[in-house]
């Protein structure tokens, strides 16, 4: 268990329609980070929160925006969803920014 | 262009035998180099993080090395095991943004 919790670990949905992903850190770390992984490729960088602040993006589309709360935890939406968003999206933390990542379990995103 | 390439793409073994996958990088300024494996369907988990000036760490059956020079990396596993079996991915942060450059990943498959 990495310490990091995704919920939900499913999410089926139609196409057009807006979902959330939430993403809960170790406890303790300040630095929150998206990825998108389609089937069978590479994990993708979407952005990176640092305490509460927009620290890096990657390539996140206008349709998909983020952020993470004075708690710590982080929140991804994407919106007018299409059937290429399918996918797997994994949240990971860490304490900071030259530390290694522990990642989520990651929910799977299907669009119907 | 920041890359981190990594070779071969995938690699069939048997059980028991050795093996060295390869990263190469062109990210700069350099901060550190990380080597994550990550089963289907599962988040990466990270195996070892090296600085400038480390050259060798070890996890367990894992080795990596790192040439700052040549700008190369490269994972041994030793008496592969079955459970071996997964995509191993470097990874290398870049000092001046904070951004994490991901390689495409090496699939492994041990064969008994």
């Known amino acids: 268990d990495s310490g990091v919790t995704q919920t939900p670990k499913h999410l089926i949905t139609a196409t057009g329609q807006r979902v959330t992903l939430r993403c809960s850190p170790r406890s303790g770390d300040l630095s929150v980070y998206w990825y998108q992984q389609s089937l069978d490729q590479g994990l993708q960088f979407l952005i990176q929160?640092?305490?509460?602040?927009?620290?890096a993006k990657g390539n996140i589309l206008e349709r998909f925006s983020a952020q993470q709360f004075p708690d710590l935890h982080s929140e991804l939406n994407l919106s007018s969803l299409e059937l290429g968003d399918s996918a797997l999206y994994f949240c990971?933390?860490?304490?900071?920014?030259?530390?290694?990542?522990?990642f989520g379990s990651g929910t799977q995103l299907s669009v119907l | 262009k920041n890359q981190v390439e990594q070779s071969p793409q995938s690699l069939i073994i048997l059980e028991g035998k050795n093996c060295t996958l390869q990263?190469?990088?062109?990210?700069?300024?350099?901060?550190?180099l990380r080597w994550y494996k990550q089963d289907t369907g599962r988040g990466p988990v990270s195996l070892t993080i090296m600085t400038f000036s480390e050259n060798t760490k070890s996890n367990g059956r894992y080795t990596a090395t790192l040439d700052a020079d040549t700008k190369q990396s490269s994972l041994h596993i030793t008496a592969s095991q079955l459970s071996d079996s997964a995509s191993y991915i470097c990874?290398?942060?870049?000092?001046?943004?904070?951004?994490?450059?991901w390689g495409a990943g090496t699939k492994l498959i041990i064969k008994p």
């Open positions: 990263c190469n990088y062109t990210v700069s300024p350099f901060s550190n």
């Open positions: 929160y640092y305490n509460g602040e927009e620290r």
């Open positions: 990874v290398v942060s870049a000092s001046s943004n904070y951004q994490l450059i």
């Open positions: 990971a933390s860490s304490a900071g920014t030259a530390e290694k990542l522990f």
